[in-house]
């Protein structure tokens, strides 16, 4: 900046600038009800406030993420829900078949009823949500199981999805398991947790019209029941894990929302009495030049 030769003259151009620069940020605070908006607005402030635009970013992220495997962690549950009451219905057609007063026509139609039952099951099994086949694992773009009585044994087949390794991340941090697999529910390697065979043991030994067979095969259903709703306890932990992320990721958004506006929100009480105030002393110093006595050149030559 040229400095004139009149240092008073200076000093006023210094001090007017200064109160314009004032004026500037109150307006600009006034207008947009923001502190910080450019770096060079406040420097100091700056590290902290990128830090809380990234949390909010990440936890934003996060609560999404929930939302997305919540829809299929419902949808899971209540298929499961459904197999739970299915395999009841399958325990009492067994009991029934086994009562003795029951034809071999009779024993026939329990059959087909549990002939339709498995196809129920794999039909759980091949649920999809958005796409996805929530019960295939990782291979989750196809189905877990084609059933088919005519030209397949076992009618279900071999698994047609992959193990399942997929995580939600808790907005804390904490990672835990989302999926099971149709393989782990209804085929289980385990021939006591293998609710397909069981189903399909039932049936073959009604077809056979035996009643030891029978017995035999209603030995394990107790047993599977209680697999199937420790499957059907999963998805409910897995629905309460995520319905707490959620509102644990609300709260923390509310808390870094608040924190963010602490540095980036202008107090507009205060912007609107500082922009009168150097409105005022801009006024001022603009009357005081306008009325004080003006020299030339030749006078500070004298």
């Known amino acids: 900046m040229t400095r004139s030769i009149n240092a008073a003259n200076d000093r006023y151009l210094d001090a007017l600038s200064r109160i314009n620069a004032r004026v500037s940020r109150a307006q600009r605070e006034v207008s947009t009800g923001k502190r910080v908006a450019k770096p060079s607005d406040d420097p100091d402030s700056i590290s902290a406030m990128l830090q809380v635009r990234a949390e909010l970013g990440r936890i934003e992220q996060s609560r999404v993420n929930l939302g997305r495997v919540k829809t299929e962690v419902d949808a899971a549950e209540s298929g499961l829900q459904n197999a739970v009451k299915l395999f009841d219905r399958v325990r009492t057609l067994g009991m029934t078949a086994a009562s003795g007063i029951n034809t071999t026509l009779t024993r ?18 091949n649920i999809g949500v958005d796409g996805r086949s929530i019960f295939a694992g990782d291979s989750d773009q196809g189905q877990a199981y084609e059933v088919d009585f005519e030209t397949q044994t076992p009618p279900w087949g071999a698994y047609l999805g992959s193990a399942s390794t997929r995580k939600a991340i808790h907005p804390t941090g904490v990672q835990f398991k989302v999926a099971m697999t149709a393989e782990e529910i209804f085929d289980n390697p385990d021939p006591v947790k293998n609710v397909f065979q069981a189903v399909e043991n039932l049936r ?34 897995v629905q309460s894990q995520i319905t707490e992320g959620i509102s644990t990721a609300e709260t923390l958004k509310l808390r870094l929302a608040a924190e963010k506006a602490g540095i980036e929100d202008a107090d507009l009480t205060a912007s609107i009495l500082e922009l009168e105030l150097a409105s005022f002393q801009q006024e001022a110093a603009l009357r005081v030049k306008a009325s004080s006595p003006t020299r030339s050149l030749f006078e500070y030559l004298k």
Do not use: C, W
């Open 204 to 237: 073959q030994a009604l077809l056979a019209d035996d009643d030891g067979a029978i017995e035999t095969a209603l030995v394990p259903l107790a047993g599977i029941s209680a697999h199937l709703n420790s499957a059907l306890m999963f998805y409910g932990n």
């Open 108 to 125: 026939q139609g329990i059959a087909d009823e549990l002939k339709s039952i498995i196809e129920r099951f794999t039909g759980i099994s």
